[in-house]
């Protein structure tokens, strides 16, 4: 099969049949056509149909198996296969102006990350790397789709996950048979999930009993597994009235495990605290998924760029000090993140499996940097838009009878009414509707706490040659 189209990817996701709950009711309809997932449903399709574009196509595949592969599965070994993938991320990230932090790609690099990283599970008690290399081979083939989850639920975080010594409430092994291990518990925080082929399950670090000790990866409709989503914050269909949720709102969901199976070919490794809590620094996860969100959060600021500058001209205050100043903050985030991602792609290195990685060091720097400056762009954006990003008619507005005064009284200094309201109402859902708040706080955590990110930059930063280069100054022996 390979490279799958829109119309593929949309009939295989209404064949999934998930068990999905939301406002209290579960899901029996097509996922395609429920308010709620239609948009980005369909955002998605767009993507994939973008693998079969004449233009594009050789720039979003490669060939493998005999057939068209979607490029983000490629492992990389030379720096050229870096640049490939990165121009693949952008060309998506820029179909959606990078507001979809699930897009395909960003899983389709974990899978092959995790893949390329397999040999670390070798010779380990209760691994099965065999495991990871087959998926990925199916992935590829299929063109299969994926969120994942690895974070316990936030009850009590000086306690072990148990309301009583039967019930666990973060996900754990309660029990292996012939034919697998049985998860029981809950997971957050699975974006999209229900909405893929697959849902990826493993620990990301601080696992301190084997139960808990664990990564595989099954169909999102497994029996037994349960997604809870939140509210939804579509605002309605109306691309005029809300043109980022009603194409680009992601579902976040709570994963409930009632006894899920998890078959032994789907296991990845189990009761093994020490591979739970190194697997992910061992691998290529870091270096190759950093590489595709720095990819999508530079385009994703170019679109804020573009917007604030939309609105400055709307309203004419380019002139401005103060406006020119604000403009220029976020200038200056933008070629930061740029000139950042580069220098990750140029310092590449072969790792021991014979696959290129990114430089981390950049990359995590960057990733420290966004979650700083995205909330401070959307106040900028907030700050010029001022009142006017308040007071804004609807696309019902201007089909009634007050259509003439809203083209007198709302016109822009360069712009007809319709397209100045369009332009504010951007500003006003990417930063102060609740689809925007939820974007801001999604990056603001997108790679966990932001105190630990910037600890962990601390503890990997080989201070010593800038030390020692002090201490000869001031002559301080050792």
Request: charged share 25%.
């Amino acid at each position: 099969m390979g490279a799958i189209n829109g119309k593929q990817f949309i009939d295989r996701i209404n064949q999934v049949k998930s068990n999905i709950w939301i406002d209290g009711k579960q899901i029996t309809e097509k996922l395609s056509e429920h308010p709620a997932f239609k948009g980005i449903i369909k955002s998605k399709a767009s993507l994939y149909d973008l693998q079969h574009d004449s233009v594009l196509s050789e720039k979003l595949t490669f060939t493998e198996f005999n057939d068209k592969i979607s490029l983000s599965f490629l492992q990389p070994k030379t720096i050229e296969d870096l640049v490939k993938r990165r121009i693949m991320f952008e060309i998506w990230a820029k179909n959606t102006n990078g507001m979809m932090g699930r897009s395909p790609d960003y899983m389709n690099t974990v899978v092959m990350a995790f893949a390329s990283s397999a040999s670390y599970l070798n010779s380990k008690e209760n691994c099965f790397p065999k495991n990871i290399t087959a998926l990925y081979q199916r992935a590829m083939k299929e063109d299969l789709s994926f969120t994942h989850t690895f974070i316990t639920p936030q009850v009590n975080r000086s306690q072990l996950m148990w309301v009583n010594s039967k019930e666990p409430i973060s996900a754990k092994v309660v029990e292996k048979n012939d034919q697998g291990i049985i998860i029981k518990g809950a997971r957050l925080l699975a974006t999209q999930g229900g909405l893929t082929d697959e849902v990826l399950v493993y620990s990301a670090g601080g696992v301190y009993d084997l139960d808990s000790a664990f990564a595989f990866s099954i169909p999102s409709d497994t029996e037994g597994l349960k997604f809870i989503c939140r509210q939804s914050f579509v605002g309605g269909e109306s691309t005029f009235n809300f043109p980022l949720s009603s194409r680009f709102e992601e579902m976040d969901t709570l994963l409930v495990f009632d006894h899920v199976l998890v078959p032994w070919e789907r296991v990845f490794f189990y009761e093994n605290i020490e591979v739970a809590n190194t697997f992910i620094l061992q691998s290529s996860f870091h270096s190759n998924a950093f590489h595709q969100v720095i990819t999508r959060q530079i385009v994703k600021t170019e679109f804020l760029l573009g917007l604030a500058e939309l609105l400055v001209n709307a309203i004419n205050i380019g002139e401005y000090l103060h406006i020119k100043n604000k403009l220029s903050e976020i200038i200056m985030g933008l070629e930061t993140m740029k000139a950042l991602l580069q220098k990750a792609e140029n310092e590449a290195a072969l790792d021991d499996s014979g696959f290129m990685r990114p430089n981390l060091l950049p990359l995590q720097v960057a990733s420290n940097i966004f979650p700083k400056i995205y909330p401070r762009f959307c106040e900028i954006i907030q700050i010029i838009g001022a009142s006017g990003i308040i007071t804004l008619p609807t696309e019902e507005d201007f089909n009634s009878e007050i259509r003439g005064d809203l083209d007198q009284y709302l016109q822009g200094a360069c712009c007809n009414a319709v397209d100045r309201v369009k332009i504010f109402r951007l500003a006003w859902e990417l930063t102060m509707s609740s689809f925007g708040t939820r974007q801001t706080q999604y990056e603001r955590y997108f790679f966990g706490d932001p105190v630990r990110l910037s600890g962990s930059l601390y503890n990997s930063f080989e201070k010593e040659p800038y030390v020692a280069r002090v201490k000869e100054f001031l002559e301080i022996d050792d």
